[in-house]
Structures are given as C-alpha cells and as structure tokens.
C-alpha cells in the first residue's frame, strides 16, 4: 500500500490540521465577535433588550415561508412594539456586512481538498499550501451575493485597499506593456 494512502499517514495529517485549526480558532471566529458587537450596538440604539435582538438574528435562519418564522415574528413583534421592523432591518443589514466564515471556510475546504488529493505526488506540502493561499487571498470574485465584493479579492474586502497586480507583489516590479 502506497504511503499517502497509509492510516499513519492520514492521522499525521489530521492531527497537523487539527493543530493549524485550533491555532487558527480565534481567527477563524473572529466574525462571531464583530456580529455580537453590532447586535449590542443594535440594542443600545433602539432600547431593546440584547436577547430580543439576537432572538431577531436567530429568527433569520428560518425560511420565511415556516410557520416557525411567522410565529417568531409575531412573538418579536408583540414584544417590541414597533420598533420590531427597524430593529429587523438593522439585524438583516448587520448580517449582510458580517462574512460568514464557515461558509468560507467549508468552500476553501472543498477546493483545497481537490486540489491537494489531485497533486499529492509532490514534496513541500506546506509550499503548496501556502500557493494556494496567496491565489484564494488574491484572486477577484467572479460572482458572489454581495455585490459590492464581484470583482474584489479578499485581500481587497479585509484591507479596504486597492490591489496591485498579483505579479508585482513577489517584487517584479511593475508591469510593462509588450513591445510588438
């Protein structure tokens, strides 16, 4: 049996990712954070207590057509009052803006997996890894529901700043035109 396909070999794996995942973790849940601060700012706004707006969050994850959806929306709205809508479009709009990172997270895992079980042949694993890395960090959006990132890398959307072109940024300087 070929080495890679070893179970010594897949354990070795799994405890390197595991260990690069819990070192990651406060990263990799960084939007937790940033989604909690808004929800807070939301209920200081409009005097509402924290657990209702996050109740309101919560009430975004059912499809709007369930009966879960109308009864929590009306058990929200009774216990709001009429600051329910502004309070919903603010949760709405907070989430919008948040990026869901295991969303993220789950489609990077799927294309580097085929990436990675495609050339397994080759030597320096973590070289690899972080090739792919500089490619996903740097590549424009193609489409996306949020229409403000089509377009724009995620290097782009964390930075707020304009990108160079990929090539420059190894230090090759900037791009000439061809000489026909």
């Known amino acids: 049996m070929p080495k890679c396909f070893s179970v010594k070999h897949r354990i070795q794996h799994a405890a390197i990712f595991r260990r690069a ?3 990651q973790r406060d990263d990799l849940l960084a939007f937790a954070g940033v989604l909690d601060e808004n929800l807070d700012a939301i209920a200081h706004t409009y005097d509402v207590a924290p657990e209702l707006v996050r109740a309101t969050c919560l009430l975004h994850r059912k499809p709007d057509t369930s009966g879960a959806f109308g009864q929590g929306w ?3 709205f009774a216990r709001m009052g009429g600051k329910f809508h502004a309070v919903y479009a603010a949760v709405s709009d907070a989430m919008k803006r948040t ?4 969303s993220m997270v789950e489609n990077l895992n799927s294309i ?3 990436c990675l079980t495609k050339r397994r042949h080759l030597n320096g ?3 690899w890894l972080g090739l792919l890395q500089f490619v996903f960090n740097h590549r424009p959006f193609v489409r996306s529901r949020c229409a403000e990132r089509i377009g724009r ?3 782009e959307l964390m930075s707020d700043q304009p990108h160079e072109h990929w090539l420059t940024l190894p230090g090759f300087g900037p791009l000439q035109p061809l000489q026909t």
Do not use: A
């Not at 990026?99 to 295991?102: E, K, L, T, Y």
């Open 125 to 127: 694993g973590r070289t």
């Open 153 to 155: 890398n995620p290097k």
């Open 74 to 76: 009306n058990q929200l």
């Open 21 to 23: 995942l819990q070192n």
């Open 99 to 102: 990026p869901r990172s295991s």
């Open 112 to 114: 580097i997996r085929v």
